[in-house]
């Protein structure tokens, strides 16, 4: 059932429907569970919107070198995610949580975290990078300080902001990090940052097309 509403709502993207409603359509039709609704709702794209991704997704030997734009918050969440067995490698190619979590929410883990993310930023060669944090999200200010020493420990050169609007700020960049469609659609590349440190964690994202071969 699943297959079928995939290849449905597929369908519909393809022929230019807006996902909102291309997807309540389908997952009424099949009476999908709010679990499939939401599968679907992250990882399933038109042809045209997979191809753009594939075009603009860099390896990791293509950060030497640039200036990154990372969405703090959605990196984190995913980075999470991906540990905990809850994402999933999405059919643009991106990795996408599937925790159904609004906002981040500091945790124990929070520091850890960042530590591997910067670690990994530091042997990729970038230039420089430039965290974007939500000021409206609680305790984000003691982010923005955890990921700064993190910086300072590692020596990457960086800025770490506080903003209203990061979706607005990285918009603004060449090269991102997030998994954010908004984001992605505005700019020329995007690195998959939450799953290249999974991967360095021995940590992979299990593939949606797994999925839907078992249903």
């Known amino acids: 059932m699943l297959l079928d509403?995939?290849?449905d709502l597929k369908y519909l993207l393809n022929r230019g429907y807006r996902k909102?409603?291309?997807?309540?359509?389908?997952?009424?039709?099949?009476?999908?569970?709010?679990?499939?609704?939401?599968?679907?709702?992250?990882c399933v794209f038109s042809d045209e919107w997979v191809d753009?991704?594939?075009r603009k997704?860099?390896?990791?030997?293509?950060?030497?070198?640039?200036?990154?734009?990372?969405?703090?918050?959605?990196?984190?969440?995913?980075?999470?995610?991906?540990?905990?067995?809850?994402?999933?490698?999405?059919?643009?190619?991106?990795?996408?949580?599937?925790?159904?979590?609004g906002r981040y929410r500091l945790n124990?883990?929070?520091?850890?975290?960042?530590?591997?993310?910067?670690?990994?930023?530091g042997e990729l060669g970038v230039e420089k990078v430039v965290f974007f944090y939500g000021s409206a999200v609680p305790r984000s200010g003691e982010v923005k300080r955890l990921t700064e020493e993190a910086l300072i420990r590692e020596e990457v050169n960086s800025e770490v902001r506080l903003v209203k609007s990061p979706d607005f700020e990285l918009k603004a960049f060449e090269t991102v990090a997030t998994a954010d469609i908004g984001i992605i659609s505005k700019v020329s590349h995007v690195f998959d940052l939450a799953a290249y440190v999974g991967r360095l964690a021995g940590q992979e994202a299990g593939g949606f097309f797994e999925i839907l071969g078992k249903t």
């Open 57 to 101: 997704l860099l390896r990791p030997e293509e950060l030497r070198g640039r200036v990154l734009g990372i969405d703090g918050f959605n990196v984190l969440i995913t980075l999470e995610s991906l540990l905990e067995g809850r994402a999933i490698l999405c059919e643009d190619g991106l990795v996408r949580d599937l925790k159904y979590q």
């Open 52 to 54: 753009e991704v594939m």
């Open 5 to 7: 509403a995939y290849r």
């Open 108 to 121: 124990e883990c929070t520091e850890r975290l960042l530590g591997d993310i910067v670690r990994a930023l």
């Open 20 to 42: 909102k409603y291309a997807l309540e359509f389908v997952a009424n039709h099949y009476r999908l569970t709010k679990g499939e609704r939401y599968l679907l709702a992250r």
